[in-house]
């Protein structure tokens, strides 16, 4: 499965670490990740977006996923 580039708009001069999950995993980060979204109590409109992005990768990787294993 190709790697999703959750670091595209983020800051490229932090740390990162890699993840690998399983369809699982994808769908557990990605419901918290709609889960903040949704409650989103407002501040920085980049983390926002950035939690948007994350939303829009890890779905792609959980259909990718999804798709492989079928």
Known sequence: M????L???MDRTESTVDLTLN?????????SVSHELERWPGGDPAEQDDLQEMKTLLTAALLECNFQDS
Do not use: I, W
Not at 2 to 5: L, T, V
């Open 23 to 31: 369809a699982a995993g994808l769908r557990l980060l990605l419901n």
């Open 2 to 5: 190709a790697q999703p580039d």
């Open 7 to 9: 670091g595209a708009e």
